[in-house]
């Protein structure tokens, strides 16, 4: 075989030279047998390890290739591209919260900040509002790239929320019975900021966790809170003292209706009777008058002789019996209730 030449038919056998001593220097940097295959096991797992990954049950994956987002996965093992892909993997079943008006340290203890918590009421009332939220990842890929630092970012709007809500309410319905509604007002509205800035994130709950009044004046609104307590109880024991005696009077007056009402029927009946019973009377009556009245006659006599004291003369003795002759007198002489003589 011919030496190689150059264009111009010279030999260049130094190049050669140079080249196959490289080779052997560089020969002596790779391993060879057993080494070999290590190594190259060794390069295997590298690759494999930057080429999946795993997503739990409560994340999900995001896939990026050179910083942009190229796709996303469920829960499981997932390949992607070594050393060209990378996957982050958010927790979105986690409940994640937020603190404001107030942090936690180490060891649990509650610290209020004036500055977060301090509000102005509807009616010019300052209030100290300690209140947590409560949110989840809705979508990674918002929830990763649209808003940065995105904690404190629902911080700030949730407390901008709550003091436009606080703003419109008076401190009597923050204080006791307006607390839930509150709440809702400024979940609502703090959803809707965090949907304009497309953040990613559902909110959960906003729970107060404390609204005082300030300091300075926390014993004027304790003796306010108290005389509201008695003017509620006291509205409560006269309302259960009405509920109580209203029915007793409806049942007193509906019982006195009722028995009324049978006593005019009871009447209006009886009244009915007698004279239908005297219309028949009556009838009777204009049939046979001189019977009838005789008959009424006897039978009024007979209800009214048994009770009094009495002497039955005749016509001829009648007429001989002096006038003031004292007949009263002798029932009693003769020891007799009474007595019935005839007169010759």
Excluded at 253 to 274: L, S
Aim: hydrophobic residues 40%.
């Amino acid at each position: 075989m011919p030496d190689p030449k150059d264009p111009w038919g010279r030999r260049h056998d130094g190049v050669d030279d140079a080249l196959r001593q490289a080779r052997e220097q560089f020969g002596q940097f790779i391993p060879s047998g057993g080494v070999r295959g290590l190594a190259l096991a060794v390069v295997l797992l590298v690759v494999v390890w930057q080429g999946t990954f795993i997503v739990k049950p409560d994340e999900e994956g995001v896939v990026k290739r050179f910083g942009a987002v190229v796709r996303t996965a469920g829960p499981g093992p997932h390949l992607k591209i070594p050393f060209i892909e990378s996957a982050v993997q958010p927790k979105v079943e986690k409940l994640h919260r937020v603190e404001i008006g107030f942090r936690t340290d180490q060891q649990g203890r509650q610290h209020m900040l004036p500055k977060e918590a301090l509000m102005l009421t509807g009616d010019e009332n300052i209030i100290g509002v300690e209140f947590i939220v409560q949110y989840k990842i809705k979508s990674s890929q918002e929830y990763l790239f649209n808003v940065d630092e995105i904690d404190e970012t629902i911080q700030k709007a949730a407390e901008a929320s709550m003091r436009e809500i606080v703003g419109k309410s008076k401190i009597d319905e923050a204080l006791t019975s307006g607390k839930a509604q509150i709440q809702q007002d400024t979940q609502t509205l703090l959803q809707g900021i965090l949907d304009q800035y497309r953040a990613g994130v559902q909110i959960a709950a906003v729970q107060l966790q404390d609204v005082d009044p300030p300091e300075a004046v926390v014993a004027a609104f304790k003796d306010v809170a108290s005389a509201k307590e008695d003017r509620e109880k006291l509205i409560n024991q006269s309302q259960g003292y009405r509920n109580d005696i209203i029915p007793k009077a409806k049942g007193e007056a509906a019982a006195v209706v009722n028995q009324a009402r049978a006593y005019t029927q009871a009447r209006v009946t009886r009244a009915a009777g007698e004279a239908d019973r005297f219309v028949r009377m009556l009838k009777e009556y204009e049939q046979a008058r001189d019977i009838i009245s005789k008959r009424l006659y006897i039978e009024t006599m007979e209800e009214i002789l048994p009770n009094v004291d009495k002497i039955i003369l005749d016509g001829k003795g009648a007429d001989r019996v002096l006038p003031y002759l004292p007949l009263d007198r002798l029932p009693k002489a003769s020891g007799t209730s009474s007595t019935e003589k005839a007169a010759p």
